[in-house]
């Protein structure tokens, strides 16, 4: 597994390497998708990764979006985010930090942990460790 993050942004000509890097065979469309999503440090849905691909005449199925993303978190590549059961974005920062959900606009945003301290996280069960700790604050527009 390849836990290095990519340097932003990628140019294009980098995907292939950078997805066998991963163990990922560089197929145009796989090419494509990781292209729309590691042009710079965002969050963004397979739904949104299915417009931007269709906004740019690029024709790749929902379902194959949908598997290559997943194949993507999988492989380290990107970084799942599951913010409620029916919404998951892809967070192309794989480095250790938290997300703020604004739940009115539907938008992920990081965190700077420089000033987060976690104390006292419980201790795991015996024959496990601590792999990583997700915190995704909520939030909602005052009205």
Same mark, same amino acid.
């Given at each position: 597994?390849?836990?290095?993050?990519?340097?932003?942004?990628?140019?294009?000509?980098?995907?292939?390497?950078? +997805?066998?890097? #991963?163990?990922?065979?560089?197929?145009?469309?796989? $090419?494509?998708?990781?292209?729309? /999503?590691?042009? !710079? @440090?965002?969050?963004?849905?397979?739904?949104?990764?299915?417009?931007? +691909?269709?906004? #740019?005449?690029?024709?790749?199925?929902?379902?194959? $979006?949908?598997?290559?993303?997943? /194949?993507?978190? !999988? @492989?380290?590549?990107?970084?799942?985010?599951?913010?409620?059961?029916?919404?998951?974005?892809?967070?192309?920062?794989?480095?250790?930090?938290?997300?703020?959900?604004?739940?009115?606009?539907?938008?992920?945003?990081?965190?700077?942990t420089s000033n987060m301290?976690?104390?006292q996280i419980p201790h795991?069960?015996?024959?496990?460790?601590?792999?990583?700790?997700?915190?995704?604050?909520?939030?909602?527009?005052?009205?």
């Open positions: 597994m390849v836990s290095a993050n990519p340097v932003f942004p990628i140019h294009h000509d980098a995907i292939p390497g950078l +997805l066998q890097k #991963h163990g990922i065979a560089p197929t145009a469309q796989r $090419v494509e998708i990781a292209a729309t /999503l590691l042009c !710079e @440090r965002q969050h963004l849905s397979a739904d949104q990764v299915l417009k931007r +691909l269709t906004e #740019h005449s690029v024709s790749v199925s929902k379902a194959t $979006v949908y598997n290559t993303l997943g /194949l993507f978190a !999988e @492989r380290s590549l990107v970084r799942q985010v599951i913010v409620d059961p029916a919404k998951v974005f892809y967070d192309s920062n794989t480095e250790p930090h938290h997300h703020v959900y604004n739940v009115d606009e539907g938008t992920l945003i990081d965190v700077d301290h976690l104390e795991p069960p015996s024959g496990t460790f601590v792999e990583t700790v997700d915190i995704v604050i909520r939030i909602r527009n005052i009205i």
